[in-house]
Protein backbone atom coordinates (compact mmCIF):
# COMPACT_ATOMS: atom_id res chain seq x y z
CA UNK A 1 0.00 0.00 0.00
CA UNK A 2 1.66 3.53 -0.91
CA UNK A 3 2.29 5.37 2.52
CA UNK A 4 -0.29 8.38 3.07
CA UNK A 5 1.42 11.61 2.36
CA UNK A 6 0.69 14.44 5.20
CA UNK A 7 -0.79 17.52 4.34
CA UNK A 8 1.84 19.87 4.01
CA UNK A 9 3.70 16.91 1.99
CA UNK A 10 0.92 16.86 -0.68
CA UNK A 11 0.43 20.44 -0.88
CA UNK A 12 4.30 21.09 -0.49
CA UNK A 13 5.31 18.40 -3.02
CA UNK A 14 3.57 20.43 -5.77
CA UNK A 15 4.37 24.12 -4.48
CA UNK A 16 7.44 24.11 -2.91
CA UNK A 17 9.22 21.20 -3.81
CA UNK A 18 9.28 21.44 -7.16
CA UNK A 19 8.61 17.81 -8.10
CA UNK A 20 7.58 17.91 -11.53
CA UNK A 21 7.54 15.12 -14.52
CA UNK A 22 11.11 14.39 -15.01
CA UNK A 23 10.75 12.78 -11.33
CA UNK A 24 7.99 11.64 -11.21
CA UNK A 25 7.54 10.82 -14.40
CA UNK A 26 4.13 11.00 -16.65
CA UNK A 27 2.43 7.86 -16.63
CA UNK A 28 0.10 7.76 -20.01
CA UNK A 29 -3.76 8.05 -19.43
CA UNK A 30 -5.99 5.42 -19.58
CA UNK A 31 -8.80 6.92 -21.55
CA UNK A 32 -9.53 10.07 -23.14
CA UNK A 33 -11.49 13.00 -22.60
CA UNK A 34 -15.58 11.83 -23.82
CA UNK A 35 -15.48 13.65 -27.23
CA UNK A 36 -18.25 15.95 -26.04
CA UNK A 37 -21.28 15.88 -23.18
CA UNK A 38 -23.23 13.52 -25.58
CA UNK A 39 -20.73 11.05 -25.28
CA UNK A 40 -19.71 11.57 -21.40
CA UNK A 41 -23.89 11.28 -20.50
CA UNK A 42 -23.98 8.12 -21.91
CA UNK A 43 -21.04 6.72 -20.60
CA UNK A 44 -21.59 7.69 -17.08
CA UNK A 45 -24.99 5.21 -16.56
CA UNK A 46 -24.04 2.68 -14.11
CA UNK A 47 -20.76 4.33 -13.16
CA UNK A 48 -20.25 5.32 -9.44
CA UNK A 49 -18.99 8.54 -8.91
CA UNK A 50 -17.09 9.34 -5.39
CA UNK A 51 -17.43 12.68 -4.68
CA UNK A 52 -14.42 13.78 -2.21
CA UNK A 53 -15.85 16.66 -0.46
CA UNK A 54 -15.50 18.64 2.52
CA UNK A 55 -18.00 16.92 5.43
CA UNK A 56 -17.83 19.74 8.24
CA UNK A 57 -21.10 21.23 7.62
CA UNK A 58 -24.25 19.54 7.16
CA UNK A 59 -26.37 21.63 5.27
CA UNK A 60 -23.66 21.22 2.72
CA UNK A 61 -23.99 17.24 3.24
CA UNK A 62 -27.72 17.70 3.27
CA UNK A 63 -27.33 19.87 -0.61
CA UNK A 64 -24.88 16.94 -1.67
CA UNK A 65 -27.21 14.15 -0.58
CA UNK A 66 -30.03 16.46 -2.84
CA UNK A 67 -27.46 15.96 -6.07
CA UNK A 68 -26.79 12.51 -5.39
CA UNK A 69 -30.58 11.72 -6.15
CA UNK A 70 -30.88 13.97 -8.58
CA UNK A 71 -27.91 12.48 -10.65
CA UNK A 72 -29.42 9.12 -10.20
CA UNK A 73 -32.40 10.32 -11.00
CA UNK A 74 -31.69 11.71 -14.14
CA UNK A 75 -28.30 10.17 -15.21
CA UNK A 76 -28.67 6.73 -13.74
CA UNK A 77 -25.11 6.78 -11.73
CA UNK A 78 -24.71 6.54 -8.15
CA UNK A 79 -22.47 9.81 -6.25
CA UNK A 80 -21.04 8.99 -3.26
CA UNK A 81 -19.67 11.95 -0.95
CA UNK A 82 -16.80 11.21 1.04
CA UNK A 83 -16.40 13.41 3.62
CA UNK A 84 -12.94 15.10 4.23
CA UNK A 85 -11.81 16.93 6.91
CA UNK A 86 -8.93 18.66 5.05
CA UNK A 87 -9.03 18.45 1.02
CA UNK A 88 -5.11 18.28 0.92
CA UNK A 89 -6.29 14.53 2.26
CA UNK A 90 -7.53 13.17 -1.15
CA UNK A 91 -4.78 15.37 -2.84
CA UNK A 92 -2.09 13.29 -1.12
CA UNK A 93 -4.16 9.87 -2.13
CA UNK A 94 -3.99 11.18 -6.00
CA UNK A 95 -0.11 12.41 -5.45
CA UNK A 96 0.68 8.76 -3.87
CA UNK A 97 -1.39 6.81 -6.42
CA UNK A 98 0.72 8.91 -9.52
CA UNK A 99 3.91 7.59 -7.53
CA UNK A 100 2.51 4.18 -7.54
CA UNK A 101 2.20 3.99 -11.35
CA UNK A 102 -2.03 3.95 -10.73
CA UNK A 103 -3.85 5.86 -13.80
CA UNK A 104 -7.34 4.48 -14.16
CA UNK A 105 -8.20 2.85 -10.95
CA UNK A 106 -7.88 6.28 -8.47
CA UNK A 107 -10.31 5.61 -5.84
CA UNK A 108 -11.15 9.70 -6.36
CA UNK A 109 -13.91 10.89 -9.06
CA UNK A 110 -14.39 14.36 -8.08
CA UNK A 111 -13.01 16.76 -5.39
CA UNK A 112 -14.16 19.61 -4.15
CA UNK A 113 -11.04 22.18 -4.46
CA UNK A 114 -9.17 25.42 -5.17
CA UNK A 115 -6.51 27.44 -3.64
CA UNK A 116 -2.84 25.62 -3.01
CA UNK A 117 -4.20 22.45 -3.57
CA UNK A 118 -5.35 22.89 -6.71
CA UNK A 119 -1.98 25.11 -7.62
CA UNK A 120 0.14 20.94 -6.04
CA UNK A 121 -2.22 18.99 -8.48
CA UNK A 122 -2.30 21.15 -11.71
CA UNK A 123 1.38 21.58 -10.99
CA UNK A 124 1.83 17.61 -10.73
CA UNK A 125 -0.06 17.24 -13.70
CA UNK A 126 -3.01 15.37 -11.42
CA UNK A 127 -5.90 16.71 -13.11
CA UNK A 128 -8.16 15.31 -15.83
CA UNK A 129 -8.99 17.58 -18.76
CA UNK A 130 -9.49 20.13 -19.89
CA UNK A 131 -13.19 19.79 -18.55
CA UNK A 132 -14.97 22.96 -18.97
CA UNK A 133 -15.26 22.25 -22.94
CA UNK A 134 -17.41 19.77 -21.87
CA UNK A 135 -19.62 21.29 -19.82
CA UNK A 136 -23.14 22.37 -21.86
CA UNK A 137 -24.12 25.00 -18.70
CA UNK A 138 -21.08 26.78 -18.91
CA UNK A 139 -22.67 29.06 -20.95
CA UNK A 140 -24.48 30.30 -18.10
CA UNK A 141 -20.95 31.85 -16.73
CA UNK A 142 -19.69 34.93 -17.65
CA UNK A 143 -15.72 35.47 -16.74
CA UNK A 144 -15.70 39.27 -17.96
CA UNK A 145 -18.27 39.64 -14.56
CA UNK A 146 -16.48 36.88 -12.52
CA UNK A 147 -13.65 36.65 -13.45
CA UNK A 148 -12.27 33.88 -10.77
CA UNK A 149 -13.95 31.50 -12.40
CA UNK A 150 -11.11 31.01 -14.50
CA UNK A 151 -7.83 32.24 -12.19
CA UNK A 152 -7.88 30.30 -8.88
CA UNK A 153 -5.65 32.46 -6.57
CA UNK A 154 -3.93 33.81 -9.18
CA UNK A 155 -3.37 30.59 -11.20
CA UNK A 156 -5.21 30.11 -14.44
CA UNK A 157 -7.18 27.08 -14.02
CA UNK A 158 -6.79 26.19 -18.01
CA UNK A 159 -10.05 24.63 -17.86
CA UNK A 160 -8.83 21.83 -15.62
CA UNK A 161 -11.52 22.91 -12.77
CA UNK A 162 -15.31 23.61 -13.04
CA UNK A 163 -16.29 26.27 -10.99
CA UNK A 164 -19.22 25.90 -7.79
CA UNK A 165 -19.80 28.58 -6.30
CA UNK A 166 -18.53 31.89 -5.27
CA UNK A 167 -17.68 32.66 -1.65
CA UNK A 168 -16.19 36.39 0.33
CA UNK A 169 -15.06 36.10 3.71
CA UNK A 170 -17.34 37.72 6.49
CA UNK A 171 -17.96 37.68 9.82
CA UNK A 172 -20.81 37.24 12.37
CA UNK A 173 -21.48 39.05 15.22
CA UNK A 174 -24.67 38.94 18.19
CA UNK A 175 -26.11 42.21 17.89
CA UNK A 176 -27.90 41.39 21.32
CA UNK A 177 -24.13 41.55 23.13
CA UNK A 178 -22.05 43.53 20.73
CA UNK A 179 -24.12 46.21 18.79
CA UNK A 180 -20.99 47.82 17.19
CA UNK A 181 -18.34 45.51 15.94
CA UNK A 182 -14.61 46.31 14.99
CA UNK A 183 -14.57 46.98 11.45
CA UNK A 184 -10.73 47.53 11.21
CA UNK A 185 -7.81 45.12 12.41
CA UNK A 186 -6.79 47.89 14.69
CA UNK A 187 -10.79 48.14 16.18
CA UNK A 188 -10.39 44.15 16.65
CA UNK A 189 -7.01 44.12 18.63
CA UNK A 190 -8.63 46.85 20.93
CA UNK A 191 -11.98 44.87 21.23
CA UNK A 192 -9.87 41.98 21.95
CA UNK A 193 -8.03 43.96 24.96
CA UNK A 194 -11.26 45.25 26.06
CA UNK A 195 -12.84 41.90 26.08
CA UNK A 196 -10.27 38.98 26.39
CA UNK A 197 -11.32 35.41 25.44
CA UNK A 198 -14.26 36.95 23.23
CA UNK A 199 -12.61 36.24 20.27
CA UNK A 200 -10.86 33.25 18.10
CA UNK A 201 -10.75 31.88 14.60
CA UNK A 202 -10.58 28.32 13.10
CA UNK A 203 -7.17 26.58 13.62
CA UNK A 204 -5.44 26.32 9.91
CA UNK A 205 -5.21 24.56 7.88
CA UNK A 206 -8.95 24.90 8.42
CA UNK A 207 -9.52 26.91 5.22
CA UNK A 208 -11.49 29.72 7.23
CA UNK A 209 -8.67 30.20 9.43
CA UNK A 210 -5.57 30.07 7.04
CA UNK A 211 -8.35 32.64 5.13
CA UNK A 212 -8.54 34.99 8.72
CA UNK A 213 -4.85 35.08 8.24
CA UNK A 214 -4.65 36.08 4.70
CA UNK A 215 -7.12 38.52 5.57
CA UNK A 216 -4.93 39.95 8.55
CA UNK A 217 -2.23 40.09 6.17
CA UNK A 218 -3.71 41.88 3.20
CA UNK A 219 -5.33 44.15 5.39
CA UNK A 220 -1.90 44.71 7.41
CA UNK A 221 0.40 45.34 3.91
CA UNK A 222 0.51 48.49 2.53
CA UNK A 223 2.14 46.95 -0.28
CA UNK A 224 0.17 43.93 -1.62
CA UNK A 225 2.39 43.42 -4.81
CA UNK A 226 4.78 40.65 -3.77
CA UNK A 227 1.55 38.33 -2.66
CA UNK A 228 0.33 38.01 -6.81
CA UNK A 229 3.48 36.30 -7.40
CA UNK A 230 4.77 32.74 -6.05
CA UNK A 231 6.77 33.76 -2.95
CA UNK A 232 10.96 34.57 -2.86
CA UNK A 233 11.88 33.21 0.06
CA UNK A 234 13.78 35.69 1.14
CA UNK A 235 10.96 38.33 0.98
CA UNK A 236 9.24 36.14 3.72
CA UNK A 237 10.00 37.47 6.55
CA UNK A 238 9.93 41.29 5.96
CA UNK A 239 6.74 41.11 3.41
CA UNK A 240 5.40 38.84 6.35
CA UNK A 241 6.20 40.73 9.10
CA UNK A 242 2.79 42.90 9.92
CA UNK A 243 1.25 40.12 10.38
CA UNK A 244 3.10 38.44 13.18
CA UNK A 245 3.54 41.81 14.86
CA UNK A 246 -0.09 41.65 14.49
CA UNK A 247 -0.77 38.12 15.96
CA UNK A 248 1.73 38.35 18.74
CA UNK A 249 -0.30 41.37 20.30
CA UNK A 250 -3.73 39.55 19.29
CA UNK A 251 -3.35 35.81 20.33
CA UNK A 252 -2.59 36.60 24.33
CA UNK A 253 -6.05 38.04 24.12
CA UNK A 254 -7.86 35.00 22.11
CA UNK A 255 -10.79 32.72 23.23
CA UNK A 256 -8.54 30.49 25.75
CA UNK A 257 -5.98 32.90 25.56
CA UNK A 258 -4.80 31.34 21.87
CA UNK A 259 -4.03 28.01 23.41
CA UNK A 260 -6.50 26.00 21.49
CA UNK A 261 -8.21 26.89 18.44
CA UNK A 262 -11.59 25.43 17.17
CA UNK A 263 -10.95 22.97 14.41
CA UNK A 264 -13.85 24.42 12.19
CA UNK A 265 -15.91 27.69 11.64
CA UNK A 266 -18.33 25.20 12.42
CA UNK A 267 -17.15 24.57 15.57
CA UNK A 268 -16.84 28.29 16.26
CA UNK A 269 -19.86 29.04 15.24
CA UNK A 270 -21.33 27.28 18.02
CA UNK A 271 -19.01 28.91 20.30
CA UNK A 272 -21.02 32.30 19.11
CA UNK A 273 -24.42 29.69 19.63
CA UNK A 274 -23.72 29.51 23.17
CA UNK A 275 -22.48 32.55 23.76
CA UNK A 276 -18.65 31.45 24.30
CA UNK A 277 -17.34 34.09 21.69
CA UNK A 278 -19.09 37.49 20.39
CA UNK A 279 -17.59 36.75 16.73
CA UNK A 280 -17.59 34.30 14.17
CA UNK A 281 -16.91 34.28 10.59
CA UNK A 282 -17.44 32.13 7.42
CA UNK A 283 -16.39 32.06 3.90
CA UNK A 284 -19.86 32.52 2.39
CA UNK A 285 -21.94 35.70 2.58
CA UNK A 286 -25.27 34.00 3.23
CA UNK A 287 -23.92 31.51 5.94
CA UNK A 288 -25.43 33.09 9.07
CA UNK A 289 -28.89 33.60 7.61
CA UNK A 290 -28.81 29.84 6.78
CA UNK A 291 -27.57 29.30 10.42
CA UNK A 292 -30.64 31.11 11.34
CA UNK A 293 -33.25 29.65 9.10
CA UNK A 294 -32.13 26.09 10.11
CA UNK A 295 -31.84 27.05 14.31
CA UNK A 296 -28.05 26.96 14.38
CA UNK A 297 -28.02 31.09 15.55
CA UNK A 298 -29.73 33.54 17.37
CA UNK A 299 -31.98 35.80 15.13
CA UNK A 300 -30.05 38.63 16.53
CA UNK A 301 -26.57 37.61 14.60
CA UNK A 302 -25.70 39.95 12.04
CA UNK A 303 -22.88 39.89 9.27
CA UNK A 304 -20.30 42.69 9.12
CA UNK A 305 -17.04 43.06 7.47
CA UNK A 306 -13.76 44.99 7.30
CA UNK A 307 -13.91 49.00 5.92
CA UNK A 308 -10.82 47.69 3.22
CA UNK A 309 -12.39 44.90 1.90
CA UNK A 310 -12.50 41.12 2.56
CA UNK A 311 -11.28 38.70 0.85
CA UNK A 312 -13.31 36.44 -1.92
CA UNK A 313 -12.53 33.75 -4.61
CA UNK A 314 -14.27 30.98 -6.71
CA UNK A 315 -14.62 27.29 -5.67
CA UNK A 316 -14.52 24.74 -7.66
CA UNK A 317 -14.40 20.67 -8.82
CA UNK A 318 -12.36 18.96 -10.71
CA UNK A 319 -11.80 15.25 -11.99
CA UNK A 320 -8.11 13.71 -10.95
CA UNK A 321 -6.01 12.57 -13.62
CA UNK A 322 -6.50 8.39 -12.71
CA UNK A 323 -10.54 9.02 -11.58
CA UNK A 324 -11.86 5.62 -12.55
CA UNK A 325 -15.11 7.47 -13.18
CA UNK A 326 -14.38 10.26 -15.34
CA UNK A 327 -17.27 10.41 -17.58
CA UNK A 328 -19.77 10.69 -14.44
CA UNK A 329 -17.43 12.84 -12.69
CA UNK A 330 -17.86 15.66 -16.03
CA UNK A 331 -21.68 14.90 -15.70
CA UNK A 332 -22.03 15.59 -11.81
CA UNK A 333 -19.83 18.71 -12.33
CA UNK A 334 -22.17 20.11 -15.59
CA UNK A 335 -25.41 19.15 -13.32
CA UNK A 336 -23.72 21.01 -10.38
CA UNK A 337 -23.54 24.31 -12.73
CA UNK A 338 -27.14 23.86 -13.59
CA UNK A 339 -29.80 26.69 -12.98
CA UNK A 340 -31.54 23.90 -10.77
CA UNK A 341 -28.76 23.20 -8.89
CA UNK A 342 -27.58 26.55 -8.37
CA UNK A 343 -30.58 27.97 -7.21
CA UNK A 344 -30.95 25.89 -4.64
CA UNK A 345 -27.39 26.09 -3.37
CA UNK A 346 -28.43 30.03 -2.87
CA UNK A 347 -31.01 29.43 -1.24
CA UNK A 348 -30.39 30.21 2.38
CA UNK A 349 -32.56 27.90 3.33
CA UNK A 350 -30.93 24.99 2.16
CA UNK A 351 -27.03 26.73 1.79
CA UNK A 352 -27.05 29.96 1.09
CA UNK A 353 -23.58 29.34 -1.07
CA UNK A 354 -23.61 32.34 -3.92
CA UNK A 355 -24.49 31.36 -7.62
CA UNK A 356 -21.15 31.42 -10.34
CA UNK A 357 -23.91 32.12 -12.93
CA UNK A 358 -24.83 35.04 -14.20
CA UNK A 359 -28.32 36.16 -14.22
CA UNK A 360 -28.28 37.86 -17.66
CA UNK A 361 -27.39 34.93 -19.28
CA UNK A 362 -30.07 33.07 -18.03
CA UNK A 363 -33.93 32.06 -19.12
CA UNK A 364 -36.23 34.54 -17.58
CA UNK A 365 -37.73 31.95 -15.67
CA UNK A 366 -34.78 31.12 -14.23
CA UNK A 367 -33.64 34.96 -13.32
CA UNK A 368 -37.37 35.51 -11.71
CA UNK A 369 -36.63 32.43 -9.01
CA UNK A 370 -33.18 34.28 -8.26
CA UNK A 371 -34.60 37.41 -7.92
CA UNK A 372 -37.30 35.66 -5.64
CA UNK A 373 -34.75 34.28 -3.35
CA UNK A 374 -34.67 35.53 0.38
CA UNK A 375 -32.03 37.32 0.92
CA UNK A 376 -31.95 36.63 4.79
CA UNK A 377 -31.98 39.03 7.58
CA UNK A 378 -28.32 39.00 8.42
CA UNK A 379 -27.16 39.00 4.49
CA UNK A 380 -25.51 41.86 3.34
CA UNK A 381 -26.23 43.70 0.24
CA UNK A 382 -23.73 43.58 -2.39
CA UNK A 383 -22.88 47.12 -1.75
CA UNK A 384 -22.70 46.38 1.80
CA UNK A 385 -19.96 43.57 1.46
CA UNK A 386 -17.45 46.00 -0.03
CA UNK A 387 -14.73 45.43 -2.40
CA UNK A 388 -13.02 41.96 -2.82
CA UNK A 389 -9.75 41.60 -1.90
CA UNK A 390 -7.83 38.72 -4.15
CA UNK A 391 -6.03 35.83 -2.88
CA UNK A 392 -2.66 35.98 -2.83
CA UNK A 393 -0.49 33.57 -4.61
CA UNK A 394 -1.16 29.88 -2.75
CA UNK A 395 2.39 29.04 -2.37
CA UNK A 396 2.56 32.02 0.22
CA UNK A 397 -0.05 30.28 2.09
CA UNK A 398 1.87 27.24 2.63
CA UNK A 399 4.38 29.02 4.09
CA UNK A 400 2.26 31.38 6.23
CA UNK A 401 0.60 28.46 7.67
CA UNK A 402 3.91 26.56 8.22
CA UNK A 403 4.94 29.23 10.49
CA UNK A 404 1.69 29.84 12.27
CA UNK A 405 1.90 26.08 13.19
CA UNK A 406 5.36 26.70 14.09
CA UNK A 407 4.37 29.84 16.67
CA UNK A 408 1.22 28.85 17.80
CA UNK A 409 -0.18 25.22 16.90
CA UNK A 410 -0.58 23.17 19.91
Known amino acids: MARQWTRREAVGAGLMLGLGATFLGKPARADAPPKDYEAAAAAARGQVVYFNAWGGDQRINDYISWVAEEVSTRFGLTLHHVKLSDTAEAVSRVLAGKIAGQVDEGGIDLIWINGENFAAMKKQDLLFGPIIPLLPNMKFVDPKTKPTVLSDFTIPTDGYESPWGMAQLVFFHDS????QPPRTPAALLDFVRASPGRFTFPAPPDFVGSTVLKQFLLSLSADRKPFDRPLVTAQFDSATAPLWDYLAALTPHLWRSGKSYPASSTALRQL???????ISMAFNPGDASSAIAQGLLPETVRSFVFDG??????HFVAVPFNAKAKAGAVVVADFLLSPEAQ???EDPNVWGDPTVLEMAL?????QAAFAELPRGIATLSPQGLGPILLEPHPSWMVAIEARWTQFYGH
Open 343 to 345: LRK
Open 176 to 179: ARLS
Open 309 to 314: GMIGNT
Open 362 to 366: LPQDS
Open 272 to 278: LNDGEVD
